[in-house]
């Protein structure tokens, strides 16, 4: 009997790079497809899939708490998230949301379908391919420590995004995005963007390939 498993990412060729690969997989089969909270939070509700595979960043809200409210009206369901920053925040986030697994974007689609995979059969156990070393990690910390929120920040300094973009993405003001990004600089010890995203670089907060 196959798996059946729904999509919810805002980039369609994301989407429908993540559907062949099921569809390739033999044991799944792809019910449905969305680019939002809203639809897609509407097609389990009318589809009942038994696996859910969702961004953490949508158009209209977290798919993390999206996953939180998934898992606690259904908790046999499998639930994947998929996020372009794979950094131990939005990990034990994840987990923490009641996810099944943590697959950042940019691994292969196969283990997309192995966390899947693990997801329609122990739905409430947790798995990350990095997740031991992120547990380490959390267990004895080193370095500048950034809050979750200040992470975030980062993560968008680190796309090029100034403060007005950074105030409307996280659905705060600009004063408080500015104040933000200024306790980073103060923790790196970095008197501007490049020097911040350097320094977040050679700390471990970002991949080299996040860097603007």
């Excluded at 696996?51 to 009206?73: Q, T, Y």
């Excluded at 100034?162 to 409307?168: D, H, P």
């Excluded at 200024?182 to 020097?195: E, F, P």
């Amino acid at each position: 009997m196959l798996t059946s498993v729904l999509l919810i990412d805002d980039h369609e060729l994301i989407r429908q790079g993540l559907s062949r690969a099921f569809e390739r997989s033999e044991d799944f089969t792809v019910v449905g497809q969305a680019g939002t909270l809203g639809q897609g939070e509407r097609l389990v509700a009318e589809m009942s899939p038994q696996v859910v595979v969702i961004d953490v960043r949508l158009p209209d809200g977290s798919g993390l708490d999206a996953a939180k409210r998934l898992r606690n009206s259904n908790p046999e369901l499998g639930i994947v998230v998929l996020t372009m920053y794979a950094g131990d925040e939005q990990l034990f986030a994840a987990l923490e949301a009641g996810a099944s697994a943590f697959v950042p974007k940019n691994a292969p689609s196969g283990d997309v379908v192995a966390a899947a995979r693990h997801a329609a059969v122990s739905p409430r156990s947790f798995t990350a391919g990095d997740l031991a070393d992120a547990m380490r990690r959390r267990m004895t910390p080193s370095g500048p420590q950034l809050s979750p929120r200040e992470r975030e920040v980062l993560h968008l300094l680190a796309d090029g995004l100034g403060v007005a973009a950074i105030a409307r993405t996280l659905f705060i003001s600009e004063s408080t995005a500015k104040t933000h990004i200024s306790k980073i600089y103060d923790k790196l010890g970095a008197a501007n963007r490049a020097s911040a995203i350097m320094k977040a670089i050679r700390a471990g907060l970002l991949r080299d390939e996040q860097r603007a």
